[in-house]
């Protein structure tokens, strides 16, 4: 069982949630343990968005994004590269390779 916040895995956290706003929806709690489970639930909701947000980074780190934001489709990656390699004739692979590699870096 996680013994850190940080431990506790998305799934388990929206599980939480949801826990949390099926009580509050259900009309059957206290007043003030409404509120300690809405903080709660607040909480949860940011570490949750926090973690999306985390994950999308890392995603346009390796894929890239589009103009209009959205994330580019392995195929479209191939496309853009082979195009990049294509047109600037590139005839060294290992130039290539360099080049690449920038590409992962972003």
Do not use: C, H, P
Request: negative net charge; without cysteine.
């Amino acid at each position: 069982m996680a013994t850190k916040k940080e431990d506790v895995k998305f799934e388990d956290n929206l599980a939480e949630l949801e826990n949390i706003v099926r009580k509050l929806e259900s009309g059957d709690v206290a007043l003030e343990d409404a509120i300690a489970e809405f903080q709660k639930g607040m909480k949860i909701s940011e570490t949750l968005k926090k973690t999306l947000n985390e994950a999308e980074e890392t995603l346009v780190k390796i894929v890239g994004k589009k103009n209009n934001g959205e994330l580019l489709w392995f195929d479209e990656i191939i496309d853009k590269e082979y195009d990049y390699i294509k047109n600037d004739g590139y005839n060294n692979l290992e130039k290539w390779i360099n080049e690449v590699d920038k590409v992962k870096e972003r």
